[in-house]
C-alpha cells in the first residue's frame, strides 16, 4: 500500500476487519494514511465528506496487514543456495559454512521491501548477527516488529555478572515509536542451555514481549532429547553440545513443559514433531505455535500436523523462516502450502494465524491485526485464488 502523506481509501466488495464479535462488512472501505487506519466499515459511512483519493479494487477481499510471526531477516543474502530436502543436518552444515556476517543494507531493505509488497506489515524477526540493521529496515518501510536476539550455546555466565540479555547496540536501536522493539529469544533445547532459555524468558516477560524459541522441529531433535542419540545428535555431541551431555529423556515440548518455558507468552516455533500428549500440553498451556510449511518442506524435515493442532485447540500463527530455507517472504504462499498439504484445513482459521493471533502475542491486538481506526498495520488484499478459502 502507498506510504504517501495524506489520507486516502480504498473500496472492496468485502472486508474482514478481524475485530472479535465483528462480522464481514460487504461493500466496504477503508480510509488511512500509510498503514494508519483513520476509519474502516461499509463504504457509504466511510466515505461520507471524504474528498481525498479513494481507489476502487474491485472484487477484493480486505483483510488486515500480515504478520509474519518468524523470519531470520539476517539470512536474506543466503537465498538459493541451500540444500533442498536434505534434511536438518545436512542444511546445518551447509548454513554453517556460509559468510555470515551481516547482510547489506540493501540485501536487508530488499527483503523487508519483499514483506511489504505481499501484504506483511508486521514481523517477529529472530538473529544475533543484525539485530540493529534489521530495526532500520522494519522501521523504513513502515512495517511493525519485534526484533528478537536470540541465545545460542551452553555458555556459562559468572553468577554475579551476566551479560546483558540484549545487545546495548541493538537496545539503542530500537524505535518504539515506530512500533520495532526488541527482545531477546531461545534457540532451541538442543543448542541454548536451560540457564539461557529461562533468563531470555524472564526477560521476556519484564519487556511484555514474547519468548521464541525453536520446538520439536526435527524427528532428530525428537530423538536427541529422548535417548541421546541419532543423527542430531551426532552432529551436535563433542561440538555445541557440552561434554557429559544427559538428555532429558522426554519429547521436546515435555522438556519446554518441565523447564517453565511454555505459556500463551511464548511462540514455539515449527512444532513438526508431537505426541497427542505434546498437543494437550501446548493447548494446555496456551502456548502459541508458528507453523513453517515452506521452510520444512525446503529443509526436508516432515510436515507439521496442522489440523490436529487445530484440533487440539493450540492457537497458531504463520511464518516464513527465513529465505536460507525459503523461496521468497510471503505469506500467502505459506497460506498456499499449508492447504496444499492439508487440503481439508479450515481456510478461515488462518485469518486469524496471519493477524489477530499474532497482534495478541505482540501485546498489540488494539493496533495489529484488525481493520479498526487506530489500527497501523495497514490493509492487505487477500489473492484471488485464496478468497475463496480464506474468505
Ligand atoms: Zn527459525
Known sequence: ???????????????????????????????????????????????????????????????????????????????GRSPR??????????????????????????????????????????GSRAGPAVVAALAAEGLS???????????????????????PALEAAVRPAAGVRAAPSGHALYSTSPENLLRAREACRGLGAPFCLHLAETAGEVELLATGTGELAALLLGRLLPRGYRPPGRSPVAEALSLGLLGPDT?????VWLSGADRRILADTGTVVCLCPRSNRHIGVGTADAPALLAAGVPLCLGTDSLASNDDLDLWNEVRALLADHPDFPGQALLPALTATP???LGRD???????????GGYAVVPPDLAGRLA
Request: proline share 10%; hydrophobic share 50%; charged share 15%.
Open 1 to 79: 500500500m502507498p506510504l504517501s502523506a495524506g489520507p486516502r481509501a480504498v473500496t472492496a466488495r468485502l472486508m474482514l476487519p478481524m475485530i472479535p464479535g465483528a462480522g464481514r462488512v460487504d461493500d466496504a472501505a477503508v480510509l488511512f494514511v500509510g498503514r494508519r487506519i483513520l476509519a474502516a466499515g461499509p463504504r457509504r459511512q466511510v466515505l461520507r465528506g471524504f474528498a481525498g483519493p479513494v481507489e476502487d479494487l474491485g472484487d477484493a477481499v480486505l483483510v488486515p496487514g500480515l504478520i509474519n510471526a518468524h523470519s531470520h531477516l539476517e539470512l536474506s543474502g543466503l537465498g
Open 359 to 361: 497482534a495478541r502475542l
Open 85 to 126: 530436502g536434505a534434511g536438518f543436518p545436512a542444511w546445518a552444515v551447509w548454513l554453517s559454512g556460509q559468510d555470515l556476517s551481516p547482510p547489506s543494507a540493501d540485501v536487508l531493505a530488499a527483503a523487508v521491501r519483499q514483506m511489504a509488497a505481499t501484504g506483511t506489515a508486521g514481523a517477529i524477526d529472530v
Open 267 to 271: 511462540l514455539a516455533v515449527h512444532a
Open 145 to 167: 516488529g519485534l526484533v528478537c536476539h536470540e541465545w545460542f550455546g551452553f555458555r556459562r555466565f559468572p553468577a554475579g555478572d551476566p551479560p546483558p540479555v540484549l545487545p
Open 366 to 376: 488494539r493496533e495489529l491485526g484488525l481493520l479498526a481506526p487506530g489500527a497501523v
